[in-house]
């Protein structure tokens, strides 16, 4: 049997029937190794961590990899005790393999929801006793399959449900099942973790960085530094107290929001319903919902009745959504196709009917219990975020491991320099290892933050709110931002423009007003083929549909009571809602229609449809409305117009929402509540189309011209037509005027062709003059028009499949990607992200929270404070969130640029100050360092990251490489100029007539006050101020350094506080600075004059960084392409003379690609 393994996951990205995201699960290709204790290995462990005084336990909590190698050896899997697991980002996990015994019905379910190939897998040590092993992590429980050698997750047992076998399970589970079933399953929690303060404590103070703070105290304990120490000591206390008292509120707080524990009914197999905590829902149990609904505490699929949820805790979208039953077949149930039949996990279902006469009502299955529910995934992405993959922060850690070679050289100098001194052992070894607390530090990772945690404050009070502030500074390198279109970038709510009735005689005139359409199936159309509901007298649904209707004049009305009124009224049919005409207008005489059956819109299928039955069941039609490419493909063909093409191009261009009707007769005889959805929407006859103006929403256009100024891309990606969408995208100014727009539409591979890649130039193409074709063409390819690309969902399936070559180019040219399915638009961004761009995505989330989370900048415009859709939330209802996000992160990102390098020129000051004065046999006094770290820098520090983004947006991203030449040779210059200004001021003091050499026998803090340490504080002690000013960056992304007047009037206080201390101290601070009284005005002013000269040069030396004198060191290695790969590839797509290749028809033989690598 294999020592190693892989977890085994689902085929699908999206498993069913959970929903969970495969960008939000890092383990969903892990690689696993097994292990098992080794017990005189345990025992040599113990013994090595008692004789190194517990350093050997700190290590292995640093490095649990190391813990595992050294007290276990390796193993089969099935025989493991632990497991080490490596998930797909590189990170290692240690998790302990659990065992429980399980009775033989566990077994039976085992056999019983395998198919064959699983049979028999689970023969768990059978012949001495039943046991399951299995592992949780992050929440999620994985068995042990003998017959596949891996663990996988338990809910591979229920992903091939069939919706007949979900069906099967309306009966009701047993007692035994159920109590099966949850052995296997586990309970039904979302359980947050909420560690006790000890625990907190214990792992808070193991941290690296509070490791590295008890060493530094400890070390300057001995070194006599009592009072800083302290000082120290108090303040990480109290950050310590801070950091778990935040900890431990969020978790709570989360803990709250995720766990959902209640008393919910459920039918057993003997018939009866009863009642049992949300705890012990396992899948399969049959779940009875009330009329007046409840919040979910878990995944169903919805059998009977219809049920009205909101879903804006996971999506955003506040709008109720109407769920109708699933429709039973034998195909694959999934959570993500089967949305609009699923009740997700934390959603609230407002209302539910239609199940059991007079009391209302629903019917369910379980499908998803725990992490594995939709809920359960979207906060498991926030207790485990996978790895944000950005430059700074990588830089900054490498930049770490500068400073402490930079500490190493220090160490080993200043031992060289005692060492001949003739001091005592443990002054050496004390005085060398200080250097290293000097030089790094420690407050430099918590420093950094400070500006996003400003930049958060300022969001929130805009009303934006974020849930990972990390990604704030990613908001600053930003460079193309996907939006969505109906409710983004145009109105939510839309006009009814027009209707067109059509048929094999072709379209009729248009009808500006629905209501004045004579009697007809096209009016019963309209007012039938909705999911619009009643809620307490009200209709609610999607607004497109509330139009709609209420544009047809009809009124819907739903049944009351058993219902046995209404359906006694049609038929004997059940009724769900009936929609009856006015009693004036054109309708006048026109019958009522009860709708029985609904199918409601999938985006992948661009569709829904309901099946209505006329008064006294005399008759039964069947309604279709959606995409008209789509209904048109399932209407007879003689039922279309010949125009039909043409129309909808017509209405699209203009930037209309059209849509598509149709019906067809159905046998009133038949069972009408359980047809199939297929067997519904085939052989429809066409009936016209339905127009609705969708208005750009004011900000959309400026926001766009912003963002277009500030040379940052905006794609559009829609569900809609891609010729409204083209529209669109002209209106708010994606696509400029004299811009031309290029169509590219590729099919896929069939039995009857081949697949083929085609672009044709809008208003032109095939059907226009040659000579113009050539013109456009030569235009393009010699740069005399500008052009964007525009492809529907289909054909970008098509091209990612069958014409990868041509992906990259066609995605940096594409502008507007119409006619998109949730799964594409996610996919989309992944493919944007691999051309190196850093992708923004805004939509209303409701179905695009995939694209939304893959995204490296994610934003969801909903009412809500705070939702997991998305990592950023705007309560605002336009796009003016964005360039407001991509200024605060560009902000944040300069202000923590700054503060890293202030934090580092800090190190370096003192750094050098200590190697001088060692030097010469003294050191820095006690409450010099306290001074100096506390009330100069720390303060400074904080306030440093007030200063607000700038309100424009420049056209240039700050930089992100903390490595990069202008930030090393600044440091470099600046390092430099700060040893020559202490040295100066060293050697001015010595060359003095006055000045007194120092007691050549003692060493250190006992040669105090001396005027070699009190000329270099000084120097220092503006030094620190000097770089404060130097390294503080405003234009183009902050606002100018006035406008953080906490900072400025410090800046002041500082240079006033400085310059009193080197003109005259007085006789108490020079006791309590251990100072040394000069007498003479005249040196001083020149230690002033020193300290001034010193911020002259700094300052101009960083002007001159700014506007690239350092570049020039770039010309020496020569020029090399840039890193990014879509750079490199505008280069060249700018210099070809034949792309795109209009009216050419490729197929994947031709090769004619740019090669970009």
Not at 211 to 224: A, E, G, R, Y
Not at 232 to 238: A, D, F
Not at 523 to 547: F, I, M, N, Y
Request: proline share 6%.
């Amino acid at each position: 049997m294999d020592r190693r393994g892989s977890v085994v996951e689902p085929l699908s990205g999206l498993p069913s029937p959970s929903p969970r995201d495969p960008l939000l699960s890092p383990d969903s290709h892990m690689d696993v190794q097994g292990y098992k204790w080794v017990r005189w290995r345990v025992w040599l462990c113990r013994l090595a961590a008692l004789l190194s005084l517990g350093l050997l336990l700190i290590l292995f909590h640093w490095r649990p990899r190391l813990a595992v190698l050294a007290r276990c050896c390796s193993c089969p899997l099935a025989l493991a005790d632990i497991l080490l697991l490596r998930d797909s980002f590189g990170q290692q996990h240690v998790v302990q393999v659990l065992t429980e015994e399980i009775g033989e019905g566990s077994l039976d379910l085992l056999a019983q929801l395998e198919d064959a190939e699983w049979k028999d897998t689970v023969q768990l040590y059978k012949e001495e006793k039943t046991l399951l092993c299995y592992y949780l992590f992050e929440g999620l429980r994985y068995v042990w399959l003998d017959r596949k050698g891996a663990f996988c997750r338990v809910s591979v047992l229920n992903e091939d449900w069939t919706c007949k076998d979900i069906y099967g399970f309306q009966k009701g589970l047993s007692p035994v099942e159920q109590s099966s079933r949850r052995r296997m399953y586990g309970a039904n929690l979302i359980d947050v973790p909420v560690k006790p303060y000890t625990k907190l404590l214990f792992e808070e103070v193991l941290n690296p960085f509070y490791m590295f703070q008890v060493f530094s105290i400890t070390l300057w304990m001995f070194d006599n530094y009592y009072f800083y120490a302290l000082c120290i000591l108090i303040i990480s206390v109290i950050s310590i107290s801070i950091s778990l008292y935040e900890t431990r509120k969020q978790s709570i707080t989360l803990r709250n929001m995720a766990r959902l524990v209640t008393n919910v009914t459920i039918r057993r197999n003997s018939g009866e319903e009863e009642s049992v905590s949300s705890e012990d829902l396992v899948p399969g149990d049959c779940l009875i919902i009330p009329q007046e609904g409840l919040l979910l505490p878990c995944d169903a699929a919805l059998l009977a009745g219809e049920c009205l949820v909101n879903e804006s805790m996971l999506t955003g979208e506040s709008i109720p959504v109407l769920k109708t039953p699933l429709p039973p077949g034998d195909g694959r149930y999934s959570s993500e196709t089967e949305r609009r039949h699923t009740l997700f996990c934390g959603t609230q279902l407002i209302q539910a009917k239609g199940f059991r006469p007079g009391r209302g009502g629903a019917v369910a299955v379980v499908t998803s219990t725990g992490f594995f529910t939709a809920k359960g995934n979207l906060v498991s992405s926030i207790l485990y975020p996978q790895p944000i993959n950005f430059r700074f922060y990588k830089d900054a850690v490498k930049f770490l491991l500068i400073l402490s070679f930079v500490a190493l050289i220090g160490t080993v100098y200043i031992f060289v320099v005692l060492f001949r001194s003739n001091v005592t052992w443990m002054q050496l070894v004390i005085k060398s290892l200080d250097i290293v607390t000097i030089a790094v530090p420690p407050a430099l990772p918590a420093a950094i933050t400070t500006g996003t945690i400003y930049a958060q404050r300022r969001l929130k009070a805009r009303g934006i709110f974020c849930i990972s502030p990390p990604r704030i500074n990613i908001c600053g390198k930003v460079s193309i931002f996907c939006f969505d279109k109906t409710g983004t970038l145009t109105e939510e709510g839309l006009d009814v423009w027009g209707v067109m009735e059509g048929g094999s005689a072709g379209f009729s005139e248009l009808v500006p007003e629905p209501r004045l359409l004579p009697p007809g199936p096209m009016l019963s159309g309209l007012a039938c083929c909705h999911t619009v509901t009643l809620l307490r007298g009200q209709p609610l649904g999607d607004p497109l549909e509330l139009k709609m209707v209420e544009s047809t004049g009809w009124a819907l009305k739903e049944p009351e009571g058993d219902g046995d009124v209404l359906d006694a009224e049609f038929g004997g049919h059940k009724v769900l809602a009936v929609m009856r005409p006015p009693p004036y207008g054109t309708a006048t005489g026109v019958a009522a229609a009860a709708i029985v059956q609904r199918f409601p819109f999938s985006s992948a299928l661009q569709r829904m449809s309901v099946v209505t039955v006329a008064r006294g069941g005399r008759s039964a039609l069947a309604f279709i409305k959606g995409a008209p490419e789509m209904v048109a493909g399932l209407c007879r063909a003689e039922t279309v117009p010949a125009q039909f093409s043409s129309k909808l191009r017509g209405f699209s261009s203009e930037g209309l929402r059209v849509l598509a009707l149709a019906c067809k007769p159905i046998d009133v005889n038949s069972d009408l509540r359980n047809i199939e959805r297929g067997e519904v929407e085939k052989d429809m006859q066409f009936l016209g189309l339905l127009m609705l103006k969708n208005l750009v929403k004011p900000k959309s256009a400026e926001v766009i011209n912003v963002l277009r100024l500030a040379h940052l891309r905006s794609v559009m990606v829609t569900g809609d037509n891609v010729l409204t969408a083209v529209n669109v995208a002209k209106s708010c100014g994606m696509v400029g005027c004299d811009e031309k727009v290029i169509f590219v539409l590729a099919t896929p591979h069939t039995a009857q062709s081949l697949p083929t890649l085609r672009f044709t130039v809008e208003d032109g193409g095939a059907a226009g003059p040659p000579s113009s074709i050539e013109v456009i063409t030569q235009g393009l390819y010699q740069g005399g028009f500008d052009y964007h690309l525009a492809i529907n969902g289909k054909s970008f399936v098509a091209l990612c499949d069958h014409f990868p070559e041509y992906l990259p180019k066609v995605l940096m040219r594409a502008t507007v990607f119409a006619r998109m399915a949730p799964d594409q638009k996610t996919q989309l961004v992944k493919e944007l992200q691999n051309l190196n761009y850093r992708v923004g995505m805004c939509g209303d989330g409701a179905n695009d929270c995939g694209a939304l989370r893959a995204a490296d900048v994610g934003v969801s415009l909903s009412e809500a404070e705070a939702s997991v859709a998305s990592p950023f939330t705007s309560k605002t209802e336009d796009i003016s969130c964005v360039p407001l996000l991509i200024r605060e992160g560009r902000c944040s990102l300069v202000t923590s640029f700054s503060l890293f390098r202030y934090m580092a020129l800090y190190s370096l000051i003192q750094f050098c100050s200590v190697l001088i004065l060692y030097t010469v046999r003294t050191s820095v006094a006690d409450l010099q360092f306290l001074f100096c770290d506390l009330l100069l820098v720390t303060l400074l520090a904080i306030v440093m990251g007030k200063g607000g983004p700038s309100e424009e947006l420049h056209h240039s991203r700050p930089p992100a490489s903390l490595l990069a030449v202008p930030v090393l040779g600044s440091l470099f210059i600046h390092t430099c100029m700060i040893i020559l200004g202490q040295l100066a001021a060293l050697f001015i003091t010595t060359s003095q007539d006055w000045f007194i050499p120092l007691n050549s026998t003692v060493y250190g803090t006992a040669n105090l006050p001396n005027m070699e340490n009190t000329s270099v504080f000084a120097l220092s002690g503006f030094q620190y101020i000097i770089m404060a000013v130097v390294v503080t960056k405003s234009y183009p992304h902050k606002k100018p350094l006035y406008h953080n007047v906490v900072f400025l009037f410090l800046l002041f206080i500082h240079f006033a506080l400085m310059t009193w201390l080197v003109l005259y101290p007085g006789p108490f601070f020079s006791r309590i600075l251990e100072l040394y009284d000069i007498a003479d005005m005249n040196f001083k002013m020149l230690l002033v004059a020193v300290a001034a000269l010193n911020f002259l040069i700094c300052f101009v030396v960083e002007l001159l960084i700014d506007l690239g004198i350092l570049n020039c060191l770039r010309l020496l290695r020569g020029s090399r392409p840039s890193k990014k790969l879509y750079k490199r590839l505008n280069v060249l797509l700018s210099d070809s003379t034949s792309w795109p290749p209009i009216n050419q028809t490729l197929s994947p033989a031709d090769h004619t690609v740019v090669c970009y690598s």
